[in-house]
């Protein structure tokens, strides 16, 4: 059984050899992507943000990283295996970054992921959701992720072309830092959620969602974020 440690369990998925070619979608601060480089693979990361990509190469001038759309991505050499963690669910059109990543690939080459999947921080959004109605604001269009089910993605998966080998939907509840508390947290995703929302009815708003969420998020002084992931081995079958 893998070890649901995040990073260990998903590296050891992926299990990198010497001298494969693997593409790492949202290399974000490049720290995977040297540990895939550590096992003696050679990695190329892509990422959406700018500022995200130029902070990794700051950090390992060594790795080539590469601001692109994973939804768009092609390359003209095909890959050993390709590599996600925490970025499929920032990714609305889950048909378009399936496809990228499965013309990415060489025949039998695999697919390695780990990214939120159903129930992910669901008693926060439903909270969130109340809270907004309640004020007069409409849900629609705010929630900026994809969260399926164990059978959703692994359905779409079979559809492009790829052999489901493992999947694994586990919850992982996440401490917050003591100080910070569920505001910070909502703060964080405010430019999604609230970005419409006046000063005075997000204070209330606030007030609303923490008293709804603290019966069920907070034990023991401390407060644990309902996530839940997704992990998936596929294979591209031979054409």
């Known amino acids: 059984m893998y070890s649901e440690n995040s990073d260990a369990g998903v590296l050891s998925m992926l299990q990198p050899q010497a001298g494969e070619r693997i593409l790492d979608v ?138 489901v080998m493992f999947a694994h939907h586990f919850d992982k509840p996440t401490p917050l830092k003591r100080e910070a508390g569920v505001r910070i947290w909502l703060d964080s995703f405010s430019d999604y959620f609230f970005h419409d929302v006046t000063a005075v009815d997000k204070a209330s708003i606030y007030n609303a969602i923490e008293a709804q969420v603290k019966p069920l998020l907070y034990r023991n002084g401390q407060w644990m974020i309902d996530t839940s992931r997704l992990r998936i081995v596929a294979i591209k079958e031979r054409s």
Do not use: C
Not at 52 to 70: G, H
Not at 122 to 146: C, D, K, M
């Open 26 to 163: 949202g290399s974000g601060n490049g720290d995977l992507m040297s540990k895939i480089a550590a096992a003696g693979a050679v990695p190329i990361g892509i990422d959406m943000s700018e500022g995200m990509v130029n902070r990794a190469r700051q950090k390992y001038p060594e790795l080539d990283f590469q601001v692109a759309d994973a939804s768009q991505y092609r390359t003209e050499n095909p890959y050993d295996a390709v590599f996600s963690h925490a970025t499929l669910h920032w990714i609305l059109d889950a048909a378009s970054v399936t496809r990228s990543i499965w013309l990415a690939l060489r025949d039998g080459g695999r697919f390695v992921t780990e990214f939120a999947g159903r129930g992910n921080v669901a008693v926060l959004t439903t909270a969130i959701q109340q809270a907004l109605e309640s004020h007069g604001y409409a849900w629609a269009g705010r929630n900026p992720w994809y969260h399926p089910t164990i059978g959703e993605y692994a359905s779409l998966l079979e559809r492009t072309g790829f052999r």
